[in-house]
Nanobody
Framework: QVQLVESGGGLVQPGGSLRLSCAAS????????MGWYRQAPGHQRELVAV???????NYADSVKGRFTISRDNAKNTVYLQMNSLKPEDTAVYYC????????????WGQGTQVTVSS
């Protein structure tokens, strides 16, 4: 059994910052790739950022220069530092991880709400 639990969402004013965390627990041999997606009302879920086991990163164009993804392999945790937040960043942010145990499987967290508003 594997679970991903997000935390760190909340309400912030435009220009503010939030730091999201996602911890994976359960039957894990290794984590290949971790990342963050988001979904706003009326929109499809979109990729925000991903990070590989070798710490290579990729970001959506809309967040480049403002968001930073990182991971702590010892803690099986991925982070998303969000700076200079804009109202259009408002969404539910979902953590995902590709986890190897007996085989590689994809897992999703329940999501954490981020609201950017004055």
């Amino acid at each position: 059994q594997v679970q991903l639990v997000e935390s760190g969402g909340g309400l912030v004013q435009p220009g503010g910052s939030l730091r999201l965390s996602c911890a994976a627990s359960g039957s894990i041999a290794s984590i290949s790739t971790m990342g963050w997606y988001r979904q706003a009302p009326g929109h499809q879920r979109e990729l925000v950022a991903v990070i590989t086991s070798g710490a290579s990163t990729n970001y959506a164009d809309s967040v480049k220069g403002r968001f930073t993804i990182s991971r702590d392999n010892a803690k099986n945790t991925v982070y998303l530092q969000m700076n200079s937040l804009k109202p259009e960043d408002t969404a539910v942010y979902y953590c995902y991880a590709a986890i190897v145990f007996m085989s590689l499987k994809n897992y999703w967290g329940q999501g954490t709400q981020v609201t950017v508003s004055s």
